[in-house]
């Protein structure tokens, strides 16, 4: 499975990306694509990496008083 990667631009061709609305009927499928972007660069090391250390810093904060 390979991610696919889509920019819509406005009809002046400008590089605002245009953000469009989900609905129900395709929540399969935008989840689907969500899943296989996360698969082909998957940055939750980077998120949980911040976590731990953002809950280590309050908890040394925290000890020392």
Do not use: C, N, W
């Not at 499928?29 to 980077?46: C, I, M, N, W, Y």
């Not at 953002?54 to 925290?62: G, N, Q, S, V």
């Amino acid at each position: 499975m390979s991610a696919r990667t889509e920019v819509s631009t406005d009809a002046r061709g400008s590089e605002t990306p245009v953000i469009h609305t989900v609905r129900p009927a395709e929540l399969g499928s935008v989840l689907r694509q969500g899943l296989a972007d996360f698969e082909a660069k998957p940055t939750h090391g980077v998120f949980l990496t911040l976590i731990y250390l953002l809950i280590a810093l309050f908890a040394a904060l925290f000890g020392l008083g």
